[in-house]
């Protein structure tokens, strides 16, 4: 069988393209981080530097677990020294959130919330538990009180 040289170019292309997007879907995969943190006193701890990709960009947020911890905590950063950081356990029946990007969704029911916790899509009614954050010599402080 031969092929067109407009058919093979098209072709061509289209590989070309959904090699492009799947390696930028590999790379903003690769932009999520799974970590443990320590707690201390009453606070859970984890590095500023878990944030650091590379050349001075930045991951979102990172998923921060304890063997404590009954739920991970997603920590987002919102700015060079503003985080937020919530309970990953849905409001509505207690399932646990997954994270998408900007947004914490719940797999049971479809209850969506921003990288501030508050409930964008029900059923859930209530917003997520927030957690205080503060920064000490390049620690991020999450209070657990």
């Not at 209850?111 to 508050?118: A, Y």
């Amino acid at each position: 069988m031969i092929m067109e040289r407009k058919n093979f170019l098209k072709t061509c292309g289209f590989a070309c393209l959904g090699g492009t997007a799947f390696l930028s879907m590999l790379e903003s995969c690769g932009s999520a981080k799974i970590i443990s943190g320590t707690i201390v006193e009453s606070n859970l701890v984890v590095p500023v530097s878990s944030f650091l990709l590379k050349e001075n960009k930045f991951r979102k947020y990172v998923v921060v677990q304890h063997e404590k911890l009954q739920y991970p905590i997603c920590v987002y950063r919102l700015s060079e020294n503003n985080y937020s950081a919530l309970l990953m356990r849905c409001t509505h029946q207690g399932t646990e959130l997954q994270v998408f990007g900007d947004k914490l969704q719940c797999p049971a029911h479809g209850s969506e919330f921003n990288d501030k916790g508050i409930v964008q899509n029900g059923p859930a009614s209530v917003n997520l538990r927030t957690f205080p954050v503060t920064i000490q010599q390049a620690q991020i402080n999450i209070s657990l009180k």
